[in-house]
């Protein structure tokens, strides 16, 4: 655990207002003003001979009277069908055939839709072409032709090869502060006020306000919370919230690849399809890279977790087998959307990557380990940039094993004679904690060629453990089950158990790290959201894609192990929705205590 120590930082609540950019329905405003206007197209293209994806940016300047409404008008060239917009944002747009339409928004906050003369209103979108992408010529305002600047900037490939550079700060969780989404936060004040009119606890309503400004991590888990409609904040909102709280980091986990977490039958996600890695490229990667790259947040150090679940999902297959697993690694699509999203987002100066690299439970076995490092540093090498492409890795991402097992120092001492590591609970897997499973990554990493300033997070969010249940003591048993189940600070029946786990605890709140090679723990999975449904009838209406697995069901007998059961919480609701009970917990069994 040694890298891993340090005492943790307080953080403040700040209550922001926010706006959402996007909207796909709505109606138009009239405008009696006279228009004139001048209009500048710029697209940036990728793909095939035959196909591929851009993306545009159309900056319309109004060089008439004041405008209450507008709308702007333009042709693609190509025939019918060639050229199909995906996502937009700072209009409604509509495309019919050929004919597109943007639209002024009069409920966004602010309202767009006043264009005070001379001023300079930027829209855009992303779109998939098919056979050749010649750009429209010919825009107009309110009806009025806008003089036309075209600029256009073909690329043959997805991503021009950079110059490998290493961007400042190495670690960018130094110096500054997290974003605290309001989201996040007024759910844990929403638990706080039912605890305070329900069991009236003054003290775990105080715990509950004392991490309630805590920053945690955004989840980018389907298409709608990027570019929209969404029932809560999308990306663009969420920038400009950091942007309001003067926050210096901010940090969003991208979890949307087609057949994601294959090894769970709750995996899939949105893009479980032939289309999928299509679609993962032109409709998720691609605006997020536009959105990140706007001037306006070029000040901000947005960090991205890069797709949990998925190599380290690979990587196991082999032992949990699943037709979903079998098809992502036949097709390569985790290894092919990976690059994508780190050669289109690697080079953007102000962001920084770390893959996620699994969980000691799943990855430190002897016969997965050196494979599963093979892997990783195959997929790193096949992008523009190679080794350098990444800033590191993320460990532990929701899930919950402690940083350091103290009474458990060594997995090979003999107990009654038999090595530790033998016994039930960790299933001959030497790797019993984070800190240790960090510190064997990290030289996997660079002796396979990653450069010596890579770095580690982990996810300290419900791996604190703490409570009545947590020893205290070494074991004195000479029967190696007993010994570590006396001693392990992981309480889990089972190690390999993962949806809402009971009896777990916030662990060490988020902060910076100061050896070179260990940058943060940070909140990626934000406590109180559920893992997955307890039972199948709850659904999630934000998301359709979710579905049920044993695992998360309190009643059931583990899919892994089927002697034991699973430890899950009862009244899970759907993945990602508030769970108050197991947020409750979390507080109450947290580690170091609040």
Not at 156 to 164: M, V
Not at 173 to 199: C, E, H, K, M, Q
Not at 448 to 462: C, E, L, N, Y
Not at 473 to 483: E, G, I, K, M, R
């Amino acid at each position: 655990m040694g890298p891993w120590n340090s005492r943790s930082p307080w953080y403040r609540v700040l209550v922001l207002p926010v706006a959402f950019l996007l909207a796909v329905t709505g109606l138009s405003a009239a405008a009696s003003a006279a228009a004139s206007c001048e209009a500048t197209y710029t697209v940036q293209q990728w793909g095939t001979t035959g196909s591929g994806g851009f993306v545009a940016s159309l900056a319309v300047r109004n060089t008439g009277d004041s405008l209450w409404g507008w709308t702007v008008a333009f042709t693609f060239p190509g025939p019918p069908g060639s050229q199909t917009i995906q996502n937009g944002w700072n209009a409604q747009w509509i495309q019919s055939g050929t004919q597109v339409t943007a639209l002024s928004q009069s409920y966004t906050q602010p309202p767009n839709h006043v264009l005070n003369a001379g001023a300079t209103m930027v829209l855009g979108f992303t779109a998939t072409w098919q056979g050749a992408n010649p750009h429209p010529t010919a825009f107009t305002l309110n009806g009025v032709t806008c003089r036309t600047i075209v600029t256009a900037t073909p690329t043959p490939t997805p991503t021009p090869i950079p110059t490998p550079t290493v961007k400042t700060p190495v670690n960018p969780f130094l110096g500054g502060t997290g974003y605290v989404n309001p989201d996040w936060t007024a759910n844990a004040l929403r638990s706080a006020s039912i605890v305070r009119s329900g069991t009236g606890n003054n003290q775990l309503e105080l715990r509950i306000y004392a991490v309630a400004g805590t920053p945690t991590a955004v989840w980018l888990d389907r298409i709608a919370k990027v570019t929209g409609p969404y029932s809560s904040r999308t990306l663009v909102d969420h920038l400009e919230g950091a942007l309001q709280q003067r926050a210096t980091y901010v940090t969003f986990v991208l979890y949307d690849l087609p057949y994601r977490d294959c090894t769970s039958p709750a995996g899939g996600g949105e893009l479980g399809s032939p289309d999928g890695l299509g679609r993962y490229r032109a409709e998720f990667i691609d605006p997020i890279t536009e959105i990140v790259s706007r001037p306006r947040y070029q000040g901000l150090r947005v960090v991205f977790v890069v797709e949990p679940r998925s190599l380290a999902s690979l990587a196991v297959a082999p032992f949990q087998p699943t037709a979903m697993c079998q098809t992502a690694e036949a097709s390569g699509v985790y290894t092919d959307g990976i690059r994508y999203a780190v050669d289109r987002l690697g080079p953007l100066p102000n962001v920084w990557l770390y893959l996620d690299a699994g969980v000691s439970h799943w990855i430190g076995y002897d016969t997965v380990f050196p494979g599963f490092a093979d892997r990783i540093a195959a997929t790193v090498r096949g992008t523009a940039r190679g080794m350098s492409a990444v800033t590191g890795f993320a460990l532990n991402v929701a899930d919950y094993v402690p940083l350091d097992e103290t009474f458990l120092p060594d997995p090979y001492r003999l107990v009654g004679g038999q090595p530790v590591h033998s016994s039930r609970f960790y299933d001959r897997n030497p790797v019993f904690d984070e800190g240790d499973f960090s510190t064997a990554l990290l030289n996997a990493m660079t002796s396979r060629g990653f450069p010596s300033s890579v770095g580690m997070i982990v996810d300290t969010s419900r791996n604190g453990w703490g409570g009545t249940y947590r020893p205290r003591a070494p074991s004195t048993s000479t029967q190696v089950d007993t010994h570590v189940d006396q001693a392990r600070i992981d309480r889990r029946t089972y190690r390999h158990n993962f949806c809402n786990q009971a009896g777990a605890g916030l662990g060490e709140r988020p902060r910076p790290v100061s050896p070179n090679n260990y940058h943060a723990l940070l909140w990626i999975k934000p406590p109180g959201e559920s893992d997955g449904l307890s039972r199948p009838p709850i659904l999630d209406v934000d998301d359709p894609n979710a579905r049920f697995d044993v695992m998360c069901s309190p009643t059931a007998y583990g899919r892994i192990n089927p002697a034991e059961r699973t430890g899950a919480l009862y009244e899970a609701p759907a993945p990602g929705q508030w769970h108050h009970d197991q947020f409750t917990m979390l507080v109450t069994n947290a580690y170091p205590p609040i």
